[in-house]
């Protein structure tokens, strides 16, 4: 999808367990995103990124952590994964190049997360 | 920031206009509506944004009310590869793009 790559597609662990979500791109865009997306809930910000070390806190963002060393990769950690963070997550990335002054996102394919 | 309400679904019938509308009466001066559209469990799609004009591409037409309180979506002949679900957004401060539930469209043959 546009150059934007989510590792692992498919996930299952245990409750307690560190996990960690990793978002590739290759659009050399400035900003990133992790949503999560549950049933009745559509799509919720979790953590995004305006730049290299640069993150900020979205509207769900306890028990996750993310970090962005490379303009390229936007991690998603979940430090002590517990049963509520079973979810599908989506990484998201845009850029400030529209003429327009819009942004547009562009999303990943998805992470499917199992936490037992 | 600028919040949206959507129906939660909708009904059309193939070949027919959609038209999805969405209220977004806290949205700011310099924020633009977005639509994207999500099938099955991919990756949600945009589909067209729009700031105070009305919009048109080769997926569909955005209009926006002159107050610019709601928009609504047009798709101008639906198919049955239009059936997701489809949501409006108005970006945040700092480049936030807020989703919420969105509508579930079905296309009847």
């Known amino acids: 999808d546009a150059g934007i790559t989510q590792s692992p597609r498919h996930k299952v662990t245990e409750t307690g367990t560190p996990v960690t979500l990793r978002c590739h791109q290759t659009e050399n865009h400035r900003y990133m995103y992790w949503y999560r997306q549950d049933p009745g809930h559509g799509l919720r910000l979790i953590h995004y990124s305006y730049g290299v070390k640069d993150t900020d806190k979205g509207e769900v963002s306890d028990g996750y952590s993310v970090s962005r060393s490379k303009t390229e990769d936007f991690l998603l950690t979940l430090e002590s994964a517990t049963s509520s963070q079973t979810s599908v997550y989506f990484c998201?990335?845009?850029?400030?190049?529209?003429?327009?002054?819009?942004?547009?996102?562009?999303f990943g394919a998805g992470s499917r997360l199992t936490v037992l | 920031d600028a919040k949206t309400t959507q129906p939660p679904s909708m009904d059309c019938a193939e070949g027919r206009a959609a038209n999805l509308p969405c209220n977004h009466s806290t949205i700011s001066g310099n924020e633009y509506v977005y639509w994207y559209r999500q099938i099955h469990s991919q990756g949600p799609q945009y589909i067209i944004h729009?700031?105070?004009n009305n919009e048109t591409n080769e997926m569909a037409s955005l209009i926006i009310t002159e107050d610019r309180k709601s928009s609504t979506l047009i798709l101008p002949h639906a198919t049955l590869r239009d059936t997701a679900v489809y949501y409006c957004?108005?970006?945040?401060?700092?480049?936030?793009?807020?989703f919420g539930t969105g509508t579930s469209l079905t296309v009847i043959p």
């Open positions: 729009g700031l105070k």
């Open positions: 957004i108005v970006r945040g401060t700092g480049n936030q793009f807020y």
């Open positions: 998201a990335i845009s850029d400030t190049g529209l003429s327009s002054g819009a942004n547009v996102l562009t």
